[in-house]
């Protein structure tokens, strides 16, 4: 069945980039119109020694507890299982026909230039949004032309938007249009959180281009504090 994604407000985004560095942002949901979001991300004007490009979270977002299953069919904790490593998180599905792809192949671009060392001390984790569709194989193929390393997890969906609410992220449930086609609506941010305390530090909106990423994720292997 064919599916589409509600195409992201650039305009809106615009808005949100220019308040963000003025003081602060509530998170965005991709093509909604923002209501229902939960605890917006305040973040702080780019510190002129914030040695990031990526946006400093003023408020450091407790990782999700989350217990799905991951590409092999297994039971996955996200808390547990990424304890103590740099982890960056993604909600979105395998049928969006723009920011997901988009998003992950950017993210996957810049994890080709780390090292094998650096590389391993990074998680990227794509949650779905539509986990009906979205199985384990499913993901894991998806998944692959981006990064065959990238953690993909699927499962309840109300545990998904419990968690994504928690980070201030807004998933819709997915509709079925008239014409046949599955729109699932989610946000559209990547959250890194670092190793020292498991928590949420810098935020990265959609359109981040490849070369932001690719300073960033050496600081985020090492930890770097934001």
């Known amino acids: 069945m064919p599916r589409t994604a509600r195409t992201p407000r650039s305009v809106r985004m615009a808005g949100a980039v220019a308040i963000a560095l003025a003081s602060a942002l509530a998170l965005t949901a991709c093509g909604s119109d923002g209501g229902g979001s939960a ?3 305040k973040v702080v004007q780019q510190k002129s020694d914030s040695p990031y490009e990526g946006t400093v979270l003023g408020k450091h977002f407790e990782k999700p507890d989350l217990q799905l299953t991951d590409t092999a069919g297994q039971p996955y904790d996200l808390r547990r299982q990424t304890n103590g490593k740099t982890t960056l998180l993604f909600f979105g599905y395998t049928s969006c026909p723009d920011v997901c792809p988009t998003t992950m192949g950017d993210i996957g671009v810049a994890m080709k230039k780390l090292s094998p060392e650096e590389r391993e001390k990074v998680n990227v984790v794509f949650v779905s949004t539509d986990p009906q569709r979205d199985t384990p194989q499913v993901l894991r193929t998806w998944l692959d032309s981006m990064g065959s390393d ?10 998904v938007k419990a968690a994504a609410k928690s980070l201030g992220i807004l998933i819709e449930d997915p509709v079925v249009n008239g014409d046949g086609t599955v ?37 985020l292997a090492k930890g770097v504090a934001a």
């Open 183 to 219: 729109t699932s609506t989610h946000g559209a941010q990547v959250l890194a959180f670092l190793p020292s305390d498991d928590k949420a530090h810098l935020l990265y909106l959609s359109g981040t281009e490849v070369k932001t990423y690719e300073h960033d994720l050496p600081l």
């Open 39 to 41: 605890s917006p991300a």
């Open 150 to 159: 990238f953690i993909g997890l699927t499962g309840d969906l109300e545990k």
